[in-house]
T-cell receptor, first 113, second 114 residues
Framework: KQEVTQIPAALSVPEGENLVLNCSFTDSAIYNLQWFRQDPGKGLTSLLLIQSSQREQTSGRLNASLDKSSGRSTLYIAASQPGDSATYLCAAPREAAGNKLTFGGGTRVLVKP | ETGVTQTPRHLVMGMTNKKSLKCEQHLGHNAMYWYKQSAKKPLELMFVYNFKEQTENNSVPSRFSPECPNSSHLFLHLHTLQPEDSALYLC?????????????FGSGTRLTVV
């Protein structure tokens, strides 16, 4: 069974500071790792998808790394903005679990102007 | 919209009502999912459909009844719900047989049971 943990559960930073969000998973035999953003009361928006053979993926100010051997992924958001305030979730589907995602509890981010 | 459309966006229903949630995707995916998100709890997988066939029921109470008439549409029929069923219900889709290209989620239906 896959267990996904995200630490910290909440994070508050001043605008302009870089954000570092952590995701750890217990079963390293994963297809990929996907990072999502969720605004309050809304659905999930996919941010980055890292395949199991990749070490990192970048999109604009976002960079995600993946270390399967240690069961960790990190999402970096450079030069944070108030619009980055949201909950960030990671999900790591196990190869043995077919296409079922296991989510972490999320990190709630507040970027203060 | 993200390519996965959920209706209605908000629903208030009494415990004796019958209602349905609808999900539609135009991404050419052939796997669809229902997830439940309660306050302060991680997302919980409810049902998985691959090529219209249900392949996963995560011990969901029978008062939730899914239906997948084709690969593009997914319904969740609700009857005699309890107040603790109030939550955000999310639909998602992906390619079946693996998630190499990731999941796409809808915006969710906020359900309140009174």
């Amino acid at each position: 069974k896959q267990e996904v943990t995200q630490i910290p559960a909440a994070l508050s930073v001043p605008e302009g500071e870089n954000l570092v969000l952590n995701c750890s998973f217990t079963d390293s035999a994963i297809y990929n790792l996907q990072w999502f953003r969720q605004d309050p009361g809304k659905g999930l928006t996919s941010l980055l998808l890292i395949q199991s053979s990749q070490r990192e993926q970048t999109s604009g100010r976002l960079n995600a790394s993946l270390d399967k051997s240690s069961g960790r992924s990190t999402l970096y958001i450079a030069a944070s903005q108030p619009g980055d305030s949201a909950t960030y979730l990671c999900a790591a589907p196990r190869e043995a679990a077919g296409n079922k995602l296991t989510f972490g509890g999320g990190t709630r981010v507040l970027v203060k102007p | 919209e993200t390519g996965v459309t959920q209706t209605p966006r908000h629903l208030v229903m009494g415990m004796t009502n019958k209602k349905s949630l609808k999900c539609e995707q135009h991404l050419g995916h052939n796997a669809m999912y229902w997830y439940k998100q309660s306050a302060k709890k991680p997302l919980e997988l409810m049902f998985v459909y691959n090529f219209k066939e249900q392949t996963e029921n995560n011990s969901v109470p029978s008062r939730f009844s899914p239906e997948c008439p084709n690969s593009s549409h997914l319904f969740l029929h609700l009857h005699t719900l309890q107040p603790e069923d109030s939550a955000l219900y999310l639909c998602a889709s992906s390619q079946a047989g693996g998630v190499l290209y990731g999941y796409t989620f809808g915006s969710g239906t906020r359900l309140t049971v009174v």
